[in-house]
């Protein structure tokens, strides 16, 4: 993959990222990560691409855990929803499925990509988890937006 941005910090990269799904025309677009990890990332994603109608989340590939994610109140929030995933115009994978111990396997996060068969598939991940974890070379990410995280806790 060639890198085509360079930005600092999580706007930037929220920026980037309702850029590509706007630059795409996407009017689906699906979630999936990590149960718990990942949902808040999702439902950050979510709101900055709000004006999109139709977004879900699918945690820990589990297509049968489908959830729709709506705008109430306080922002993004996960609902029951029984929709059909089809006309899938892309799919985005959070680098919490690669992490050890907490992840899914590749092979499951394929499967469920094949069933979906999106437009479009975008990697959200931190610390380049993706190319750590090996998924760069098994997933066929169209584009992937990876972040680096520093900490500083003062007292």
Not at 30 to 51: D, H, N, Q, T
Request: aromatic share 10%; hydrophobic share 45%; with cysteine.
């Amino acid at each position: 993959m060639e890198k085509i941005i360079e930005t600092k910090g999580l706007t930037p990269m929220l920026r980037e990222f309702k850029d590509i799904i706007k630059n795409n025309n996407c009017k689906k677009v699906v979630f999936v990560g990590s149960r718990g990890v990942c949902l808040p990332f999702a439902e950050l994603c979510a709101y900055a691409i709000r004006e999109v109608e139709g977004l879900y989340f699918i945690p820990d590939a589990n297509l049968e855990n489908t959830k729709k994610l709506i705008l109430r109140d306080v922002g993004m929030q996960c609902e029951e929803t029984s929709a059909k995933l089809d006309d899938v115009d892309a799919v985005v994978l959070f680098g919490g499925l690669a992490m050890p111990k907490i992840g899914v396997d590749v092979e499951k996060v394929n499967d469920l990509l094949n069933k979906l068969n999106p437009n479009l598939v975008v990697g959200f991940c931190f610390m380049s988890i993706f190319q750590k974890s090996g998924w760069i070379d098994e997933i066929e990410f169209d584009y992937l937006i990876d972040g680096s995280i520093e900490d500083s806790v003062f007292k």
